[in-house]
């Protein structure tokens, strides 16, 4: 079947420092992979995505590449703020198959000054 | 272009009660998804609406049941509410074609049921 496995939270950084948030997927077919991010009281918003292997997609100082041969898709950032503060989610599409989403369950970030 | 709405974005039932979520996408998207999220649980995909026909469905009880209108608006219902289904809904509009089609998160409704 298909499924999304993130890291467990919560995380807590101090200002500035190096973010790494894991993620590895399970998926029939060729997913999508996609990092949503859901602030305090918000619903999701897209924070980067890529269709195929080897892409990197980018977004507001975060990066995440999709490896095929280790099935992941690991969120990154250099230099965190304390406005990064959210619940960031993992999820997967497998094209063509409908509009199903697959996410997992959210990691929790906290970045104090 | 407006985003996805939803109202009301804040609800308080009672247990046996039903209630019905209303869904407005963002201009030209044809498809709508439903997503339940909790504490426990995380977010789970209840049904996709595409065309005014659902697409796909999630591993929920027929309590809840969805539909889509012909302008791609959606409503989603659910039946003799459990204590159980207090939880954010969160509604997702995209364009409904195939590919890595991107979704599109409403702010959700917050139900809670006593």
């Known amino acids: 079947g298909n499924s999304v496995t993130q890291m467990e939270g919560p995380v807590t950084l101090s200002e500035e420092a190096f973010l790494t948030i894991n993620c590895t997927y399970t998926a029939t077919g060729y997913p999508s992979l996609f990092w949503y991010v859901q602030y305090p009281g918000e619903g999701l918003q897209l924070l980067l995505k890529a269709t195929k292997a080897d892409d990197k997609g980018s977004n507001k100082g975060f990066e995440a590449t999709y490896r095929k041969e280790t099935t992941s898709f690991h969120l990154e950032k250099g230099s965190v703020q304390v406005s990064d503060s959210a619940v960031y989610f993992c999820?997967?599409?497998?094209?063509?198959?409908?509009?199903?989403?697959?996410f997992g369950t959210g990691t929790s970030l906290t970045v104090i000054p | 272009k407006a985003g996805v709405t939803q109202t009301p974005r804040y609800l308080i039932k009672t247990r046996g009660q039903q209630v019905t979520l209303s869904c407005s996408p963002i201009s030209g998207h044809r498809s709508v998804s439903w997503y339940q999220q909790t504490p426990g649980q995380g977010l789970q995909f209840l049904f996709e609406y595409f065309s005014e026909t659902q697409r796909n469905k999630g591993n929920f009880p027929g309590r809840f049941s969805g539909r889509q209108f012909s302008n791609s608006r959606s409503e989603m219902n659910v039946s003799t509410l459990e204590l159980g289904d207090s939880a954010l809904y969160l509604c997702?509009?995209?364009?409904?074609?195939?590919?890595?089609?991107?979704?599109?998160f409403g702010p959700g409704t917050r139900l809670t049921v006593l």
């Open positions: 999820a997967l599409k497998i094209p063509n198959t409908g509009n199903q989403f697959y």
């Open positions: 997702a509009s995209s364009l409904g074609a195939g590919g890595p089609d991107t979704q599109y």
